[in-house]
């Protein structure tokens, strides 16, 4: 594979795209810096998707669109041109190679984005993650446009809605699902970019389910209808069930509460409380095990405490809805997709980190 690398990077019009690149790079900060001043909170990335589809039509990108989902998608055809004059085509037929970044970022629509030029270093919320991915998207994108190389099958640019949170990969879920133009064919290849810096490569998918837990009950005064079954002790004995859970190691395996809440005042025993729960691992079959664990632990806290509630009132109700199901998933070290990102970096003078999404915290904010 580093053959073949060092042999495409020898080749002229990869060159060219290269040379290219470099002298475009303030270009590409200007626009990873515009990019980021845009709000684009999950479910809400209209506006950044509209301004990255003018560059896609800039650049030279065919039958630029914003899908049912939100996705703006731009085409280069598999001969590595664009069309006349930036005239709109048919979507190709063949499967597609896509690169995608998402366009969305965790922070809320109360955030300020406003960025910040000190010297060298661009300064605001959502910068690198994934402003800088949707810059790098439109570089390598105007690079190939402009120098024509010659592409054996079409490449999808996309930028993606719904990466972060809640948004459950939303985007790519409809790219991926079989909800496509018709005749677009299932990708034979897909590469994101997330972030800044060459240090990893990530070919493993960190699966994970989250849950919105409600316990519901009769509520009432809190000395007047004392000993009816209480959602709020419900939340806590599941809260403790679920701390006491064993966790794996290989695979690693995880749960969490993340979030609870309930109650209107301070002498009423609440009609509803909830908790919140992320589950993950990076193994499906640990995955899956630990959600029918969990579920028991639930009902197990909803019916430790209708037991003890006064006899004859009503028991406790307990209500699961799935906030996020995002699957497990592993490209081997092997494949020649992986390799190809190895020997790139290599090429360009960095060793990279074969590492799984595994969403570290980073300065300031949670990842996914």
Not at 138 to 157: K, Q
Not at 309 to 331: A, N
Request: net charge positive; glycine share 12%.
């Amino acid at each position: 594979m580093n053959d073949l690398i060092s042999r495409l990077l020898a080749h002229d019009r990869i060159r060219a795209a290269r040379h290219h690149i470099e002298r475009t790079d303030e270009l590409t900060l200007a626009r990873q810096a515009s990019l980021s001043a845009i709000p684009a909170p999950t479910g809400a990335e209209g506006q950044r998707a509209a301004r990255v589809a003018e560059l896609f039509r800039e650049i030279g990108l065919t039958n630029v669109s914003v899908d049912q989902a939100g996705n703006v998608q731009g085409w280069l055809n598999g001969n590595g041109e664009k069309g006349d004059g930036g005239a709109q085509h048919a979507a190709p037929l063949q499967a597609p190679v896509v690169l995608a970044a998402h366009l969305d970022t965790v922070f809320g629509a109360d955030v300020g984005v406003a960025v910040e030029r000190r010297g060298h270093r661009l300064e605001g919320p959502g910068i690198s993650d994934n402003a800088r991915g949707l810059a790098a998207l439109v570089a390598v994108a105007e690079a190939m446009v402009a120098t024509r190389i010659p592409v054996a099958r079409p490449i999808l640019f996309a930028a993606t809605v719904g990466e972060e949170g809640s948004g459950d990969l939303r985007g790519v879920k409809y790219l991926l699902n079989g909800k496509r133009d018709a005749g677009n064919g299932k990708p034979i290849a897909f590469i994101a970019l997330d972030g800044a810096g060459l240090e990893r490569v990530i070919h493993r998918a960190l699966g994970s389910k989250r849950y919105h837990v409600t316990f519901r009950g009769p509520g009432g005064h809190s000395w007047a209808a004392f000993g009816v079954a209480n959602p709020a002790n419900a939340v806590g004995r599941a809260a403790a069930l679920l701390a006491d859970l064993p966790t794996r190691q290989t695979p690693r395996t995880t749960c969490a509460v993340v979030r609870l809440g309930g109650g209107t005042g301070l002498n009423s025993i609440p009609q509803e409380a909830w908790l919140d729960l992320d589950l993950r691992s990076e193994d499906p079959k640990a995955l899956a095990q630990l959600d029918v664990t969990v579920r028991a632990a639930l009902e197990r806290a909803g019916d430790d405490e209708n037991r003890r509630r006064t006899p004859g009132s009503p028991p406790l109700r307990i209500e699961l809805q799935l906030l996020g199901d995002r699957p497990s998933g592993l490209t081997p070290r092997a494949h020649p997709l992986v390799q190809a990102a190895v020997a790139a970096n290599r090429a360009l003078g960095h060793d990279a980190e074969l590492t799984s999404a595994c969403h570290r915290p980073r300065r300031g904010r949670h990842g996914r």
